[in-house]
Protein backbone atom coordinates (compact mmCIF):
# COMPACT_ATOMS: atom_id res chain seq x y z
CA UNK A 1 0.00 0.00 0.00
CA UNK A 2 1.45 3.44 -0.41
CA UNK A 3 1.71 5.83 2.98
CA UNK A 4 -1.40 8.78 2.48
CA UNK A 5 -1.37 11.76 5.03
CA UNK A 6 -4.92 10.13 6.46
CA UNK A 7 -3.52 7.29 8.46
CA UNK A 8 -1.22 9.60 10.22
CA UNK A 9 0.64 6.17 11.44
CA UNK A 10 2.08 3.70 9.47
CA UNK A 11 0.70 0.94 11.57
CA UNK A 12 -2.85 1.57 10.47
CA UNK A 13 -2.03 2.12 6.99
CA UNK A 14 0.82 -1.07 6.32
CA UNK A 15 0.75 -3.26 9.10
CA UNK A 16 -1.32 -6.42 9.34
CA UNK A 17 -1.50 -7.81 13.33
CA UNK A 18 2.24 -9.23 14.51
CA UNK A 19 3.79 -8.00 11.49
CA UNK A 20 7.07 -6.32 11.29
CA UNK A 21 7.53 -3.01 10.42
CA UNK A 22 10.28 -1.56 8.49
CA UNK A 23 11.67 1.02 11.81
CA UNK A 24 14.08 2.71 9.24
CA UNK A 25 11.22 3.74 6.85
CA UNK A 26 9.25 5.30 9.94
CA UNK A 27 11.94 7.18 10.97
CA UNK A 28 13.13 8.66 7.62
CA UNK A 29 9.49 9.89 6.59
CA UNK A 30 7.78 10.01 10.21
CA UNK A 31 8.75 14.13 10.00
CA UNK A 32 5.99 14.32 7.24
CA UNK A 33 2.87 13.02 9.48
CA UNK A 34 0.60 15.25 10.45
CA UNK A 35 1.37 16.64 14.03
CA UNK A 36 -0.94 14.50 16.53
CA UNK A 37 -4.54 15.55 17.14
CA UNK A 38 -4.37 16.45 20.96
CA UNK A 39 -6.63 16.63 23.02
CA UNK A 40 -9.20 14.40 22.57
CA UNK A 41 -9.72 11.65 25.08
CA UNK A 42 -9.63 8.26 23.42
CA UNK A 43 -10.17 4.25 24.11
CA UNK A 44 -8.92 1.33 22.45
CA UNK A 45 -11.22 -2.04 22.57
CA UNK A 46 -8.65 -5.04 21.70
CA UNK A 47 -10.70 -8.49 21.16
CA UNK A 48 -9.11 -11.12 20.35
CA UNK A 49 -10.84 -14.71 20.30
CA UNK A 50 -13.02 -16.52 17.12
CA UNK A 51 -15.01 -15.54 14.48
CA UNK A 52 -17.60 -17.77 14.86
CA UNK A 53 -18.53 -16.46 18.63
CA UNK A 54 -17.55 -12.62 17.82
CA UNK A 55 -20.54 -10.77 18.20
CA UNK A 56 -19.53 -7.14 15.81
CA UNK A 57 -22.82 -4.95 15.61
CA UNK A 58 -23.99 -5.03 19.41
CA UNK A 59 -20.49 -3.55 20.52
CA UNK A 60 -20.66 -0.94 17.74
CA UNK A 61 -24.19 0.18 18.55
CA UNK A 62 -23.91 -0.10 22.46
CA UNK A 63 -20.37 0.56 22.91
CA UNK A 64 -18.89 2.67 20.13
CA UNK A 65 -21.37 5.10 19.32
CA UNK A 66 -21.74 5.37 23.42
CA UNK A 67 -18.37 6.13 23.90
CA UNK A 68 -18.47 8.43 20.65
CA UNK A 69 -21.59 10.26 22.13
CA UNK A 70 -18.64 11.42 25.18
CA UNK A 71 -16.46 12.33 22.73
CA UNK A 72 -14.02 10.06 22.88
CA UNK A 73 -12.47 8.70 20.11
CA UNK A 74 -12.08 4.90 19.75
CA UNK A 75 -9.73 2.76 17.66
CA UNK A 76 -10.62 -1.30 17.06
CA UNK A 77 -8.18 -3.68 17.60
CA UNK A 78 -9.26 -7.41 16.76
CA UNK A 79 -7.75 -10.73 15.70
CA UNK A 80 -10.30 -13.34 15.00
CA UNK A 81 -9.49 -16.61 13.69
CA UNK A 82 -11.71 -19.13 11.38
CA UNK A 83 -10.38 -22.80 12.17
CA UNK A 84 -12.24 -25.77 14.17
CA UNK A 85 -10.92 -26.10 17.45
CA UNK A 86 -12.11 -28.11 19.91
CA UNK A 87 -14.55 -26.32 22.57
CA UNK A 88 -13.59 -27.17 26.22
CA UNK A 89 -17.17 -27.96 27.04
CA UNK A 90 -17.57 -29.89 23.81
CA UNK A 91 -20.18 -32.08 25.26
CA UNK A 92 -23.00 -29.27 25.79
CA UNK A 93 -24.67 -30.31 23.54
CA UNK A 94 -24.37 -26.71 21.16
CA UNK A 95 -20.83 -25.81 21.09
CA UNK A 96 -20.78 -28.12 18.09
CA UNK A 97 -23.02 -25.64 16.68
CA UNK A 98 -21.68 -22.29 17.37
CA UNK A 99 -22.36 -19.92 13.68
CA UNK A 100 -20.60 -16.76 13.47
CA UNK A 101 -23.15 -13.69 13.76
CA UNK A 102 -26.12 -13.68 10.95
CA UNK A 103 -25.16 -9.87 10.83
CA UNK A 104 -21.77 -10.54 9.02
CA UNK A 105 -22.09 -11.67 5.69
CA UNK A 106 -20.63 -14.98 4.26
CA UNK A 107 -17.33 -14.86 3.16
CA UNK A 108 -16.55 -16.04 -0.28
CA UNK A 109 -12.97 -15.63 -0.08
CA UNK A 110 -10.29 -18.39 1.89
CA UNK A 111 -8.68 -15.40 3.63
CA UNK A 112 -12.35 -13.87 4.74
CA UNK A 113 -11.05 -10.63 3.09
CA UNK A 114 -13.97 -9.41 2.08
CA UNK A 115 -14.85 -9.80 6.12
CA UNK A 116 -12.81 -7.76 7.12
CA UNK A 117 -13.40 -5.32 4.75
CA UNK A 118 -17.09 -5.24 5.99
CA UNK A 119 -15.97 -4.41 8.88
CA UNK A 120 -13.72 -1.88 8.52
CA UNK A 121 -16.26 -0.09 6.54
CA UNK A 122 -19.00 -1.02 9.23
CA UNK A 123 -16.58 0.81 11.86
CA UNK A 124 -15.88 3.83 9.44
CA UNK A 125 -19.45 4.91 9.27
CA UNK A 126 -18.69 5.75 13.11
CA UNK A 127 -16.89 9.27 12.65
CA UNK A 128 -14.12 9.03 15.52
CA UNK A 129 -13.78 5.21 14.86
CA UNK A 130 -10.87 3.29 13.40
CA UNK A 131 -10.39 0.02 12.94
CA UNK A 132 -6.54 0.30 13.93
CA UNK A 133 -5.77 -3.15 13.22
CA UNK A 134 -7.75 -6.19 11.87
CA UNK A 135 -6.69 -10.19 11.00
CA UNK A 136 -9.00 -13.09 10.03
CA UNK A 137 -6.82 -16.08 9.92
CA UNK A 138 -7.08 -19.75 10.44
CA UNK A 139 -5.17 -20.15 13.63
CA UNK A 140 -2.54 -18.88 15.74
CA UNK A 141 0.61 -20.70 16.31
CA UNK A 142 1.15 -21.09 19.77
CA UNK A 143 3.25 -24.38 19.25
CA UNK A 144 5.95 -22.68 17.97
CA UNK A 145 6.03 -19.86 20.68
CA UNK A 146 9.45 -19.99 22.36
CA UNK A 147 8.02 -19.13 26.47
CA UNK A 148 5.22 -22.30 26.09
CA UNK A 149 8.16 -24.30 24.07
CA UNK A 150 10.29 -24.25 27.16
CA UNK A 151 7.03 -24.26 29.69
CA UNK A 152 5.85 -27.69 27.71
CA UNK A 153 9.54 -28.95 27.79
CA UNK A 154 9.97 -28.33 31.24
CA UNK A 155 6.83 -30.30 32.45
CA UNK A 156 7.67 -33.17 30.57
CA UNK A 157 10.56 -33.69 31.95
CA UNK A 158 8.84 -33.42 35.79
CA UNK A 159 5.49 -35.44 34.16
CA UNK A 160 6.79 -37.69 31.99
CA UNK A 161 3.52 -39.30 31.58
CA UNK A 162 0.80 -35.76 31.44
CA UNK A 163 -0.22 -33.43 28.51
CA UNK A 164 2.22 -30.43 29.89
CA UNK A 165 -1.17 -28.35 28.81
CA UNK A 166 -2.97 -29.78 31.39
CA UNK A 167 -0.30 -28.77 33.93
CA UNK A 168 -0.27 -24.72 32.59
CA UNK A 169 -1.25 -22.32 33.08
CA UNK A 170 -4.02 -23.66 34.80
CA UNK A 171 -3.08 -27.05 36.85
CA UNK A 172 -6.23 -29.59 37.20
CA UNK A 173 -5.12 -33.41 37.53
CA UNK A 174 -7.84 -34.42 39.55
CA UNK A 175 -8.68 -37.28 36.51
CA UNK A 176 -7.54 -37.73 33.30
CA UNK A 177 -11.05 -36.60 31.83
CA UNK A 178 -10.72 -33.10 33.42
CA UNK A 179 -7.21 -33.45 33.15
CA UNK A 180 -8.45 -33.79 28.88
CA UNK A 181 -10.63 -30.96 29.23
CA UNK A 182 -7.88 -28.57 31.12
CA UNK A 183 -5.37 -28.39 28.32
CA UNK A 184 -8.01 -27.72 25.55
CA UNK A 185 -9.32 -24.86 27.95
CA UNK A 186 -5.21 -24.10 28.46
CA UNK A 187 -4.58 -24.07 24.71
CA UNK A 188 -7.82 -22.11 23.90
CA UNK A 189 -6.93 -19.44 26.91
CA UNK A 190 -3.17 -19.03 25.93
CA UNK A 191 -4.24 -18.58 21.91
CA UNK A 192 -6.71 -16.08 22.84
CA UNK A 193 -3.62 -14.22 25.05
CA UNK A 194 -1.03 -14.67 22.40
CA UNK A 195 -3.34 -12.82 20.07
CA UNK A 196 -3.91 -10.10 22.59
CA UNK A 197 -0.21 -9.34 22.48
CA UNK A 198 0.31 -9.07 19.71
CA UNK A 199 -2.60 -6.81 19.09
CA UNK A 200 -1.00 -5.24 21.96
CA UNK A 201 2.53 -4.42 20.13
CA UNK A 202 -0.07 -2.42 17.68
CA UNK A 203 -1.32 -0.75 20.44
CA UNK A 204 2.27 0.74 21.24
CA UNK A 205 2.94 1.31 17.26
CA UNK A 206 -0.13 3.67 17.17
CA UNK A 207 0.89 5.61 19.93
CA UNK A 208 4.19 6.39 19.43
CA UNK A 209 3.79 7.20 15.84
CA UNK A 210 1.17 9.51 16.15
CA UNK A 211 2.15 10.55 19.56
CA UNK A 212 -0.45 10.21 22.09
CA UNK A 213 -1.93 7.52 25.42
CA UNK A 214 -4.99 6.24 25.23
CA UNK A 215 -7.26 7.11 27.84
CA UNK A 216 -8.81 4.03 28.97
CA UNK A 217 -8.25 0.37 27.06
CA UNK A 218 -11.07 -2.07 26.69
CA UNK A 219 -10.31 -5.87 26.68
CA UNK A 220 -13.02 -8.23 25.56
CA UNK A 221 -14.40 -11.82 25.03
CA UNK A 222 -15.42 -12.13 21.41
CA UNK A 223 -18.56 -13.94 22.70
CA UNK A 224 -19.66 -10.30 24.38
CA UNK A 225 -22.86 -9.90 23.65
CA UNK A 226 -23.94 -6.37 24.33
CA UNK A 227 -27.68 -5.43 25.41
CA UNK A 228 -27.64 -1.52 26.99
CA UNK A 229 -25.40 1.06 26.01
CA UNK A 230 -21.92 1.66 27.75
CA UNK A 231 -21.23 4.62 29.55
CA UNK A 232 -17.57 5.19 30.17
CA UNK A 233 -17.73 8.38 32.06
CA UNK A 234 -19.06 6.78 35.25
CA UNK A 235 -15.30 5.40 35.57
CA UNK A 236 -13.77 9.09 35.52
CA UNK A 237 -15.22 9.87 39.17
CA UNK A 238 -14.35 6.33 40.45
CA UNK A 239 -10.97 5.49 42.35
CA UNK A 240 -9.19 2.47 40.82
CA UNK A 241 -7.35 1.79 37.67
CA UNK A 242 -8.48 -1.43 36.68
CA UNK A 243 -13.06 -2.03 36.50
CA UNK A 244 -13.82 -5.56 36.81
CA UNK A 245 -17.38 -6.78 37.20
CA UNK A 246 -18.29 -7.55 40.77
CA UNK A 247 -20.26 -11.03 39.64
CA UNK A 248 -21.42 -11.21 43.26
CA UNK A 249 -24.52 -12.58 42.61
CA UNK A 250 -23.71 -15.31 40.19
CA UNK A 251 -24.77 -18.70 39.86
CA UNK A 252 -21.92 -20.58 40.89
CA UNK A 253 -21.14 -18.22 43.22
CA UNK A 254 -17.53 -16.72 43.13
CA UNK A 255 -14.83 -17.37 45.45
CA UNK A 256 -13.08 -14.79 47.67
CA UNK A 257 -9.78 -16.12 45.46
CA UNK A 258 -11.42 -14.58 42.04
CA UNK A 259 -11.95 -11.76 39.97
CA UNK A 260 -14.51 -12.11 37.16
CA UNK A 261 -12.21 -12.20 33.86
CA UNK A 262 -14.94 -11.93 30.99
CA UNK A 263 -14.09 -8.51 30.81
CA UNK A 264 -11.28 -5.64 31.87
CA UNK A 265 -11.54 -2.25 31.44
CA UNK A 266 -7.80 -0.31 32.57
CA UNK A 267 -6.73 3.54 32.58
CA UNK A 268 -3.81 3.58 30.26
CA UNK A 269 -1.10 3.14 33.03
CA UNK A 270 -1.57 -0.41 33.89
CA UNK A 271 -3.00 -1.55 30.64
CA UNK A 272 0.25 -3.17 29.63
CA UNK A 273 -0.04 -6.00 32.42
CA UNK A 274 -3.20 -7.01 30.79
CA UNK A 275 -2.37 -6.28 26.63
CA UNK A 276 1.20 -8.36 28.12
CA UNK A 277 -0.48 -11.08 29.87
CA UNK A 278 0.52 -13.99 27.73
CA UNK A 279 4.06 -13.11 28.86
CA UNK A 280 2.94 -12.36 32.66
CA UNK A 281 1.47 -15.72 32.82
CA UNK A 282 4.62 -17.53 32.28
CA UNK A 283 6.52 -15.57 34.90
CA UNK A 284 3.87 -15.87 37.32
CA UNK A 285 4.50 -18.43 40.07
CA UNK A 286 1.25 -20.74 39.95
CA UNK A 287 2.23 -23.19 42.40
CA UNK A 288 2.70 -20.33 44.99
CA UNK A 289 -1.03 -19.47 43.74
CA UNK A 290 -2.46 -22.89 44.40
CA UNK A 291 -0.74 -23.33 47.47
CA UNK A 292 -2.94 -20.40 49.13
CA UNK A 293 -6.19 -22.08 47.93
CA UNK A 294 -7.53 -24.01 50.83
CA UNK A 295 -7.82 -27.85 50.37
CA UNK A 296 -11.46 -27.79 49.63
CA UNK A 297 -10.54 -25.48 46.32
CA UNK A 298 -7.24 -27.28 45.69
CA UNK A 299 -7.99 -31.12 46.04
CA UNK A 300 -4.89 -31.56 48.07
CA UNK A 301 -2.66 -30.22 45.20
CA UNK A 302 -4.88 -32.22 42.29
CA UNK A 303 -6.01 -28.56 41.25
CA UNK A 304 -4.27 -25.51 41.01
CA UNK A 305 -5.93 -21.63 40.16
CA UNK A 306 -8.30 -21.09 37.45
CA UNK A 307 -8.30 -18.33 35.28
CA UNK A 308 -10.16 -16.34 37.72
CA UNK A 309 -7.58 -17.10 40.51
CA UNK A 310 -4.87 -16.45 38.46
CA UNK A 311 -5.56 -13.03 37.34
CA UNK A 312 -6.79 -11.97 41.12
CA UNK A 313 -3.38 -13.49 41.99
CA UNK A 314 -1.32 -11.47 39.65
CA UNK A 315 -3.41 -8.06 39.62
CA UNK A 316 -3.09 -8.79 43.98
CA UNK A 317 0.56 -9.26 43.33
CA UNK A 318 0.98 -6.15 41.33
CA UNK A 319 0.06 -4.41 43.57
CA UNK A 320 -3.12 -3.10 41.14
CA UNK A 321 -5.69 -0.58 42.10
CA UNK A 322 -9.02 -2.23 41.62
CA UNK A 323 -12.70 -1.32 41.17
CA UNK A 324 -15.49 -3.64 41.11
CA UNK A 325 -18.35 -2.35 38.86
CA UNK A 326 -22.07 -3.56 39.24
CA UNK A 327 -23.11 -5.27 35.72
CA UNK A 328 -25.68 -2.23 34.94
CA UNK A 329 -22.03 -0.52 34.15
CA UNK A 330 -20.84 -3.07 32.11
CA UNK A 331 -24.00 -4.33 30.61
CA UNK A 332 -23.14 -7.20 28.48
CA UNK A 333 -23.55 -11.15 29.03
CA UNK A 334 -21.03 -14.17 26.82
CA UNK A 335 -23.39 -15.82 24.28
CA UNK A 336 -23.41 -18.10 21.58
CA UNK A 337 -25.05 -17.79 18.02
CA UNK A 338 -26.50 -21.15 17.64
CA UNK A 339 -27.43 -22.53 14.24
CA UNK A 340 -30.70 -24.83 14.99
CA UNK A 341 -31.66 -27.68 12.53
CA UNK A 342 -33.74 -25.89 10.28
CA UNK A 343 -30.99 -23.21 9.66
CA UNK A 344 -32.49 -20.39 11.93
CA UNK A 345 -30.08 -18.78 14.94
CA UNK A 346 -30.40 -19.32 18.18
CA UNK A 347 -28.96 -16.73 21.24
CA UNK A 348 -28.41 -18.11 24.32
CA UNK A 349 -26.15 -16.73 27.12
CA UNK A 350 -23.23 -19.21 28.06
CA UNK A 351 -22.00 -17.36 31.10
CA UNK A 352 -24.12 -14.96 33.19
CA UNK A 353 -22.66 -12.28 35.22
CA UNK A 354 -24.77 -11.21 37.98
CA UNK A 355 -24.49 -8.25 40.79
CA UNK A 356 -26.09 -7.32 43.92
CA UNK A 357 -25.56 -3.40 43.42
CA UNK A 358 -26.56 -2.02 40.18
CA UNK A 359 -27.71 -5.48 38.36
CA UNK A 360 -28.18 -5.31 34.96
CA UNK A 361 -31.55 -5.71 33.88
CA UNK A 362 -32.32 -6.66 30.16
CA UNK A 363 -34.35 -4.78 28.02
CA UNK A 364 -37.20 -5.31 25.35
CA UNK A 365 -35.46 -7.78 22.77
CA UNK A 366 -32.84 -9.81 25.26
CA UNK A 367 -35.24 -10.31 28.03
CA UNK A 368 -36.22 -13.89 26.10
CA UNK A 369 -32.40 -14.81 26.09
CA UNK A 370 -32.42 -18.75 27.59
CA UNK A 371 -29.29 -19.08 29.08
CA UNK A 372 -27.53 -22.26 27.19
CA UNK A 373 -27.16 -24.81 30.14
CA UNK A 374 -31.17 -24.93 30.73
CA UNK A 375 -31.98 -25.54 27.11
CA UNK A 376 -32.82 -29.07 26.04
CA UNK A 377 -30.19 -29.60 22.81
CA UNK A 378 -30.67 -33.05 22.45
CA UNK A 379 -34.31 -32.87 21.86
CA UNK A 380 -33.41 -29.75 19.39
CA UNK A 381 -30.65 -31.81 18.12
CA UNK A 382 -31.39 -35.24 17.83
CA UNK A 383 -31.25 -35.96 14.20
CA UNK A 384 -28.50 -34.06 12.88
CA UNK A 385 -24.89 -34.68 13.28
CA UNK A 386 -22.29 -32.76 15.06
CA UNK A 387 -20.74 -30.37 12.88
CA UNK A 388 -19.48 -27.04 13.73
CA UNK A 389 -20.91 -23.91 11.41
CA UNK A 390 -18.19 -22.20 9.58
Known amino acids: RVFHWYYNSFS ?11 TKHIEMISKFVLPPKQQQRR ?10 KFFFHPTLDHVVANILKMQFSVDYYVFLTTARAKAFRSGAGYTEHFQRDPQLPKSKFSDSADIEEYMRMAVEKYKGTSMAALTIDKMIDIDSEPLLKSRRKKAQ ?23 KRNAIANR ?9 QNLWANVIKIEEEEGFTYDYVIFMRDDS ?29 MVSHEFNDHILISRRKTASYFGNYYSKLFETDINA ?16 CNTEMLLKWIITKNKLSVNLVGQADIPFQRAANVKLPDGSNMQCFHKFCQSKARPLKLKKGNENIKMCKDINWNSIFKDTKSVTSD
Open 289 to 304: CMEALPDTLSKKGKRG
Open 12 to 22: RCVASTGEQID
Open 157 to 179: QSHPDKDPDALFPVFDVRSKEIS
Open 43 to 52: VAIVIAGKLN
Open 225 to 253: LWVNGFDIKRFDANGGDVFIPACDDRDPA
Open 188 to 196: NFLRMHLAI
